[in-house]
């Protein structure tokens, strides 16, 4: 049974080949630590976040791995015709942010989608800008302690041009540490524009 949150699609489709060929005639490569599939239900940090480039080549490994249900959060104003066709046939889940009140957070909302789906990687970029932030919003891990899923460390790496899963993280509790820790996977990983990386 496909939950309604999935957007997979059969393996060895021509968007895959299209998008694995793509990746390898931009000179990038994919390099999984984790499997994809080893999760259906996950948290996907993806940092460095410095610019818009950083959509395409996610948009790139997402295509490149049908199977694995990545999905992504984005506010439903941006959601207009002919745009909002095109962004949920790439993932993204519209969420009205006027509805989101103090008995129903961003995190309750989502937590809810990870929680009724059958399979759903939510990616999320913990700086939430491409500008320089001087500490990570603390939502990402927030989200997988209240839906009970482990942290799968994406990463672009634009100096080796690589991207892919890290090690899969589980949240102790202990946020402070746990995001010290996280950090440190991401402190030789490169971004497009190095200097506005937060780690």
Request: hydrophobic share 45%.
């Amino acid at each position: 049974m496909t939950s309604k949150n999935s957007t997979t699609k059969p393996a060895g489709s021509w968007i895959q080949k299209s998008a694995m060929v793509l990746i390898k005639f931009l000179g990038w490569k994919i390099n999984n630590t984790t499997h994809p599939t080893t999760w259906k239900k996950a948290v996907m940090a993806l940092a460095p976040h410095t610019s818009n480039w950083d959509f395409f080549y996610g948009m790139l490994f997402k295509l490149s791995h049908p199977n694995v249900a990545i999905r992504f959060a984005i506010k439903k104003e941006v959601m207009f015709f002919p745009l909002s066709y095109l962004m949920k046939k790439l993932g993204a889940i519209p969420i009205d942010r006027n509805k989101v009140t103090k008995q129903a957070n961003m995190v309750s909302v989502m937590a809810e989608m990870l929680n009724s789906a059958d399979a759903l990687v939510l990616a999320i970029a913990p700086e939430g800008t491409r500008s320089y932030v001087k500490r990570w919003k603390t939502g990402f891990y927030r989200l997988a302690e209240a839906a009970n899923v482990p942290i799968i460390l994406g990463y672009i790496h634009y100096a080796k041009k690589e991207m892919g899963l890290g090690p899969t993280f589980y949240p102790t509790g202990n946020i402070e540490k746990d995001i010290a820790n996280i950090q440190s996977f991401y402190r030789n990983i490169l971004g497009k524009y190095p200097k506005q990386g937060v780690v």
